[in-house]
């Protein structure tokens, strides 16, 4: 009998430990890994971050399957332009992505030559040292690096390989009303708004990129633990992104 109970309470302890991790990554955050590298160099490949999921409101999408509890968006918060957003992309509804938001609802957002003009007018931008991206064969990427100056006076970095890169130029659009432009920092190298995502509705945000908890660089083989160590990117461990 005793050892019935004890299978019970194990079993009872077991799905109560289920739901509150639930409710925790439904409600306040979720953590997310960064796979590709459109973030650069903001977000590294190999980084590790949480979500909040409470600062844009709650949508299907909160939920885990993002499941259809109830329509829309409640205790909605509108992103701020410059945010690093995790969304849902709207070409399937389930394939987390994580951007930029450049363009609000009614902006109008277009780039000439590499240069970003959000309501006519285009960005400042500031060159700063070369950047790097190294395969995990050894082959370097070079990136012009500049800081990027929002209209609101918000500061970011970005990358360009050049500023005559297929989607260097995009003809003017007007955000729709309920949606947003979402561009990478890796200009060159991003599907994003200018691509194959387009528009994405307010429904589709997940929550905003607060602050890392981990990184490691993996290129590196797994079944090598004496190099794990050094893999790990002490430096960028718990910080904020911006």
Do not use: C
Not at 2 to 9: C, I, P, R, T
Not at 38 to 61: A, I
Not at 82 to 88: A, E, L, R
């Amino acid at each position: 009998m005793e050892k019935e109970e004890s299978f019970v309470d194990t079993i009872k302890t077991i799905i109560y430990a289920i739901l509150i991790a639930v409710v925790i990554r439904s409600l306040w955050f979720e953590p997310f890994k960064i796979p590709s590298g459109s973030m650069y160099p903001t977000l590294y490949v190999g980084d590790y971050l949480f979500v909040s999921k409470y600062t844009y409101g709650y949508s299907k999408h909160s939920f885990p399957f993002s499941l259809p509890l109830f329509e829309g968006r409640i205790w909605y918060d509108e992103p701020q332009r410059g945010d690093v957003v995790v969304f849902k992309n709207p070409r399937d509804n389930s394939t987390d992505y994580i951007k930029r938001v450049i363009g609000l609802p009614g902006d109008k957002i277009k780039l000439e030559n590499g240069r970003l003009f959000i309501n006519g007018k285009m960005l400042e931008r500031k060159n700063e040292e070369e950047f790097v991206i190294r395969s995990r064969f050894g082959s370097a990427e070079r990136y012009r690096k500049y800081v990027e100056v929002l209209p609101e006076g918000k500061e970011h970095f970005i990358l360009e390989v050049s500023d005559q890169e297929d989607n260097d130029n995009f003809e003017e659009v007007t955000v729709p009303e309920g949606m947003f432009f979402m561009m990478g920092d890796n200009r060159d190298r991003s599907d994003d708004s200018r691509v194959n995502v387009g528009f994405v509705p307010e429904e589709n945000l997940v929550g905003k990129a607060r602050f890392l908890f981990f990184s490691h660089n993996d290129k590196d083989a797994w079944y090598m633990p004496w190099t794990w160590p050094k893999k790990i990117r002490w430096s960028r461990l718990f910080n904020g992104i911006e």
